[in-house]
């Protein structure tokens, strides 16, 4: 099947922990996001990758870091510097360009113990 | 999983209804905008876009209007179904710069039987 796989979909961590998110997408889409969305609120924008080897911050990007050495591979890690990283992450990805379509995958929920 | 859109704004509708879902957005430069869809613990599911040079859209039981005037967006609902009760956001993307979209802050729909 085609789309966006995210994992784990479940992750605990203890506090002084990096954790890392994994997102693969087999639809050939140069741009990738992450997102982290919290109980009672929209998505916030984390980073975003638009070509491999290249990625910006987004609007809360402090105390996560990205990668894109791969063009299907986009992994989120959350370090020990986010001081509130319990929330429902959400990887997205699309084609590029003006108007194109962004596809989320199912979403992974990063809790801290 | 933890449920997200808690302590959103609920539209309550009957079954058979028409249901209309209201979205002001920011930025005036926005070309593209989306509707997307969220069930409980999920990814936000794609319904219909729309860009900035049209002002209407319509989609299977479902039509986006765009009001570029007052940055207003709506979602409309055809004959609502008990498996449309989900969490709607509205989403724009800037016409120039960051790509990335910026999510309103969502409505719940819950369908009553």
């Known amino acids: 099947d085609g789309g966006i796989t995210q994992s784990p979909k479940y992750l605990f961590r203890k506090e002084g922990q990096n954790v890392t998110l994994s997102c693969e997408q087999n639809l050939n889409h140069d741009a990738m996001y992450w997102y982290r969305q919290d109980p009672g609120q929209g998505l916030r924008l984390i980073y975003y990758s638009q070509i491999v080897n290249d990625f910006q911050k987004g609007d809360i990007a402090e105390g996560y870091s990205v990668s894109r050495e791969k063009k299907e591979s986009f992994p989120l890690t959350v370090t020990s510097a986010q001081k509130n990283p319990t929330a429902f992450y959400l990887c997205a990805s699309s084609s590029g360009g003006s108007g194109n379509t962004i596809y989320f995958g199912e979403g992974s929920w990063l809790t801290v113990v | 999983g933890e449920s997200v859109g808690l302590h959103l704004p609920t539209l309550s509708v009957q079954e058979g209804d028409n249901s209309i879902i209201n979205c002001a957005y920011s930025?005036?430069?926005?070309?593209?905008f989306i509707w997307y869809k969220q069930e409980s613990g999920k990814g936000p599911q794609f319904i219909i876009d729309?860009?900035?040079?049209?002002d209407k859209r319509q989609g299977q039981r479902v039509t986006v209007l765009l009001n570029k005037t007052v940055k207003h967006l709506s979602l409309q609902i055809a004959a609502t179904q008990p498996g449309d009760s989900a969490v709607y956001f509205c989403a724009e993307r800037g016409d120039t710069g960051r790509r990335a979209l910026t999510f309103g802050s969502g409505t719940r729909l819950q369908v009553q039987p």
């Open positions: 729309i860009r900035s040079n049209m």
């Open positions: 930025n005036s430069a926005s070309d593209y």
